[in-house]
């Protein structure tokens, strides 16, 4: 399988100090082929390469590791990143019912996907959620829902297969408002293959349910296909969101590693199985370790990273009790928000600051962090590491090199130097020198 191919492709960069440009694009075609072999689409691959290689030829990504463990870290990264990176979770609507409207092929696992979706909510969340039976054009897709309710004990509506799904849809709506359901599903009929008489009544239903959340459920078995149904249900009604089902089988990944990639929509859930508790949350990052299937390195990669970032926070520590912080530190940790997410997160990380009322306004647009890079990287490397000496002829020629407002320079530095006070403060065991920045 992919995972046993990846582990090959490795296999000749084991125990090399240096890895020269020949290993590494043979590696990097092993890589490629095994990709293409799992159903990852082409394109995606192609891209992927390209962004492997390009960190791979970049500097070094951690220090502590030897050059084969660094592809594998690089590999992995690119890999999660493919995969859409972070968990998404479902929404609430601001008002109940949230309506959520499943849609996907036939057998690909729609009507016990919301079961499973449905039994997790009422379990996790005390929801009480309506299932919509607007499968009319099997008998048995109807049945086999009101089977699913009964075991999960969760009402469902259904009006027999001689109404019109679009009506049934509405009647559902509206018992739900009546019982004050939480949660409402629409279990809609699939085909074989996606025509355009079931692309129309499900855009009919869109229209009339305002769903939420419109979740594509899509068969992992069916490798490449799957990537295509979902390029074509994406088309037709914008989902929000997919879930990959019978990963449980033997799959090969290839479906999961393609569909955000391809339609943009993440994967939000996958079934493991065909029982009412056999779905898991999908996470990006172990999804590419399992298919990576190398745990020990990975875990290796994941110690050095958190020495590293341990002995960086050290310094950090070190230089603030110095007061000696400048802008090239300024820079490295703006770099590392930008890894790690929105500022309001990372803030909201701090022991105290998570519910400060303050946090609300607290909200850093990526253009911004842009702009301030720009500033820095036009000052000097004597300006940056001694911030005293910007002048105002030298913060106008900044402003020039930056091509930004003077207002902009200006701003950046006043805040650096209140960020800087405020770091005394905290350092010094002062925390209400960071409680009160954060109101000003
Ligand atoms: P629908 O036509 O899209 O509504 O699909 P169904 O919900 O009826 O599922 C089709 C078949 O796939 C059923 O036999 C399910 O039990 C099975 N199934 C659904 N999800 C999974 C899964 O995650 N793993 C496995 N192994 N089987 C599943
Ligand atoms: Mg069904």
Redesign the pocket.
């Known amino acids: 399988g992919l995972t046993n191919k990846l582990q090959n492709a490795f296999r000749n960069l084991r125990g090399k100090g240096k890895i020269s440009e020949a290993d590494l694009r043979a590696t990097m075609r092993e890589i490629r082929l095994a990709l293409l072999d799992a159903d990852v689409n082409f394109s995606v691959v192609r891209d992927f390469v390209k962004k492997v290689q390009a960190k791979a030829n970049g500097e070094n990504v951690l220090e502590g590791l030897n050059p084969a463990q660094q592809i594998i870290k690089i590999v992995d990264d690119e890999l999660t990143q493919m995969m859409g990176e972070e968990t998404t979770s479902l929404i609430k609507a601001p008002k109940i019912p949230t309506i959520i409207m ?1 849609v ?13 979706l449905a039994n997790r909510l009422k379990n996790d969340d005390n929801a009480r959620p309506l299932l919509i039976a607007a ?1 009319v054009y ?1 008998p048995a ?1 109807i049945e ?2 009101q089977q ?1 309710g009964n075991q999960i004990n969760v009402p469902v509506f259904d009006e027999g297969t001689n109404v019109d799904p679009v009506k049934i849809v509405e009647d559902g709506l509206k018992q739900a408002k009546e019982n004050h359901n939480d949660y409402v599903f629409i ?1 809609t ?2 085909r074989l293959q996606i025509d355009e008489k079931l692309m129309k009544e499900l855009q009919n239903i869109k229209e009339v349910a305002n769903p939420t959340d419109i979740l594509l ?1 899509v ?2 078995m069916t490798g490449q296909n799957a990537v295509n149904t979902a390029e074509g249900f994406n088309d037709a009604l914008d989902l929000t969101g997919v879930i ?6 033997d799959t090969r990944g290839g479906a999961a590693l393609s569909i955000k990639a391809v339609t943009g929509k993440p994967i939000l859930y ?5 029982k009412m508790n ?2 898991d949350v999908f996470h990006p990052d172990r999804m590419a370790s399992r298919i990576l299937g190398m745990g020990d390195v990975l875990s290796l990669v994941e110690k050095t990273q958190k020495n590293v970032d341990e002995k960086k926070a050290k310094e950090l520590t070190e230089k603030i009790k110095e007061n000696s912080f400048n802008f090239d530190d300024f820079l490295d940790q703006l770099q590392q928000i930008q890894n790690m997410g929105p500022l309001k997160d990372i803030i909201g990380m701090i022991p105290g600051m998570a519910n400060n009322p303050a946090l609300k306004n607290v909200n850093m647009d990526p253009k911004d962090l842009e702009k301030i890079k720009a500033i820095i990287y036009s000052m000097t490397n004597e300006e940056r590491e001694n911030p005293d000496v910007l002048n105002p002829s030298r913060r106008r020629r900044i402003a020039r090199g930056s091509a930004q407002p003077i207002q902009n320079v200006n701003r950046l530095i006043k805040q650096f130097d209140q960020m800087k006070k405020m770091m005394n403060q905290v350092s010094n065991g002062n925390m209400s020198g960071m409680q009160n920045m954060m109101e000003a």
């Open positions: 499943m996907g092929l036939q057998g690909a696992g729609k009507t016990t996907t919301v079961g499973k499968d099997r897709a086999q829902l699913i279990d009929a699939g459920v068969d992992a990959l089902t019978k990963l449980d089988g996958t079934g493991q199985g065909e056999d779905l």
